[in-house]
């Protein structure tokens, strides 16, 4: 069946360092991918999505390229803030639109 | 423009009792999909709902029921509460058939079961 494989935190980094959180997927033809970002105390935000393969999703300095050849779609950014500090969550549709399917998260701290 | 909201926020309840869950969707959304969240793991889908049907299910017990109204709004119904169905639930909502329109969650129900 479907699944997301995401790697294990928590990753604490310094302010302005580089970040990669990577994700890995199994799944039966080519889903949409997402990542969802979850803050403390508040519900999941889509953060970037891509549809196809070699597409790049891009938001708030953040990125994550489709890639079909190692079925992966993992995160970057290149200069992390503190405000950066939350819970992020790779997920692949699964069926319809409603039918996301998770990865376990990866908790992100990020110092001064 | 109001976005998705549950309630209660917080609720204790304890094993074998009965607890209702609602979510009212976002603005002009009319699909509603529920997520469970255990401790430290990422949410698992339970079911969705549009035009009042269920129209997709994972991989949840009967004892997990759902309702959509005419509103678009939903609840989320437990029975007989195991203390292993503490959890935070979500509520998604969005529009059907619609690739393009992201899931927008609510900030979800922690269930205590004690």
């Known amino acids: 069946g479907n699944s997301v494989t995401q790697m294990e935190g928590p990753v604490t980094l310094s302010e302005e360092a580089f970040l990669t959180i990577n994700c890995t997927y199994t799944?039966?033809?080519?889903?949409?991918l997402f990542w969802y970002v979850q803050y403390p105390g508040e519900g999941l935000q889509l953060l970037l999505k891509?549809?196809?393969?070699?597409d790049k999703g891009s938001n708030k300095g953040f990125e994550a390229t489709y890639r079909k050849e190692t079925t992966s779609f993992h995160l970057e950014k290149g200069s992390v803030q503190v405000s950066d500090s939350a819970v992020y969550f790779c997920?692949?549709?699964?069926?319809?639109?409603?039918?996301?399917?998770f990865g376990k998260g990866t908790k992100l701290s990020v110092k001064p | 423009d109001a976005g998705v909201t549950q309630s209660p926020t917080h609720l204790i309840k304890t094993r074998g009792q009965q607890v209702t869950l609602r979510c009212s969707p976002k603005s002009g959304h009319d699909t509603v999909s529920w997520y469970q969240q255990a401790l430290g793991q990422g949410p698992q889908f339970i079911f969705q709902y549009y035009e009042e049907e269920e129209r997709q299910r994972g991989n949840f017990p009967d004892r997990f029921s759902g309702h959509q109204f005419p509103n678009y709004s939903s609840e989320l119904n437990v029975n007989a509460l195991l203390l292993g169905d503490s959890a935070l639930y979500l509520c998604?909502?969005?529009?059907?058939?619609?690739?393009?329109?992201?899931?927008?969650f609510g900030n979800g129900t922690r269930l205590t079961v004690t």
């Open positions: 891509a549809t196809k393969a070699d």
């Open positions: 998604a909502s969005s529009l059907v058939d619609r690739v393009n329109s992201p899931l927008h």
């Open positions: 997920a692949l549709l699964g069926g319809s639109q409603g039918n996301l399917i």
């Open positions: 799944a039966t033809g080519y889903p949409s």
